[in-house]
């Protein structure tokens, strides 16, 4: 159970942002980031390929018509 409750915080503390984008006139609701599996994979340099991931996935989104949400 320890040992759970120990990976659940490492693993959290590794996560990406998380980013969350709202299409103004459909209402749909997108997000990007949160990811551990660059962190986990790859220390520090998996989590700067995860972020710069999830920076892609918000700007595709963004080129859809979805801005950020606060």
């Known amino acids: ?15 990406t942002p998380v980013v969350m984008l709202k299409n103004d006139k459909t209402g749909q609701i997108a997000r990007c980031g949160g990811g551990t599996t660059g962190s986990v994979a790859g ?3 998996g989590y700067s390929i995860e972020k710069d991931s999830d920076e892609k ?9 979805f801005r950020r949400a606060p």
Do not use: N, W
């Open 1 to 15: 159970m320890k040992l759970s409750i120990l990976a659940l915080v490492l693993f959290t503390g590794c996560a």
């Open 43 to 45: 220390g520090a340099i």
């Open 57 to 65: 996935c918000a700007r595709d989104y963004e080129a859809q018509g």
